[in-house]
């Protein structure tokens, strides 16, 4: 028998997972490394179990995880967004407590390009009168 798995993709600024559930034991595996391995710091690892918290599953699946792109706050939410929408396709029924979190809403900020003439997106070059 096929075991069931469910997948999702999640964004931000520039990262992008892709984010595998199956049943199991809680292990979360980010690039076929552990999440402890992956990412050193703690509120990274909350923010990446805060979904599975908020509908009260931790424990339950296994989720494997490739990102890429970004750097790790980005990395850390577009994971969290991913496993945010795996978990909808789940069960519908943890879209309330999903979205009232503000964890399906895909966050839009992304950084903004660097203009000609400029030092930077919005910063000038000093100006002198003479």
Same mark, same amino acid.
């Given at each position: 028998?096929?075991?069931?798995?469910?997948?999702?993709?999640? =964004?931000?600024?520039?990262?992008?997972?892709?984010?595998?559930?199956?049943?199991g034991?809680?292990?979360?595996i980010?690039?076929?490394?552990?999440?402890?391995?992956?990412?050193?710091?703690?509120?990274?690892?909350?923010?990446i179990?805060?979904?599975?918290?908020?509908?009260?599953?931790?424990g339950?699946?296994?989720?494997?995880?490739r990102?890429?792109?970004?750097?790790y706050?980005?990395?850390?939410?577009?994971?969290?967004?991913?496993?945010?929408?795996?978990?909808?396709?789940?069960?519908?029924d943890?879209r309330?407590?999903? &979205?009232?979190e503000?964890?399906l809403?895909?966050?839009? =900020?992304?950084?903004?390009? &660097?203009?000609?003439?400029?030092?930077?997106?919005?910063a =000038?070059f000093?100006?002198? &009168? =003479?």
């Amino acid at each position: 028998m096929a075991e069931i798995e469910y997948n999702a993709t999640g =964004r931000r600024k520039s990262s992008i997972a892709q984010v595998f559930m199956k049943p199991g034991t809680g292990n979360i595996i980010i690039n076929k490394k552990p999440l402890n391995r992956y990412f050193p710091y703690e509120t990274m690892k909350m923010i990446i179990q805060q979904p599975l918290n908020v509908v009260a599953v931790t424990g339950k699946y296994d989720i494997t995880v490739r990102v890429k792109g970004g750097g790790y706050s980005g990395q850390a939410a577009a994971i969290r967004h991913g496993i945010s929408r795996a978990l909808l396709s789940v069960n519908s029924d943890f879209r309330g407590k999903l &979205k009232k979190e503000g964890l399906l809403t895909r966050d839009p =900020r992304v950084v903004e390009r &660097k203009k000609y003439g400029q030092k930077g997106a919005r910063a =000038r070059f000093q100006f002198s &009168k =003479r």
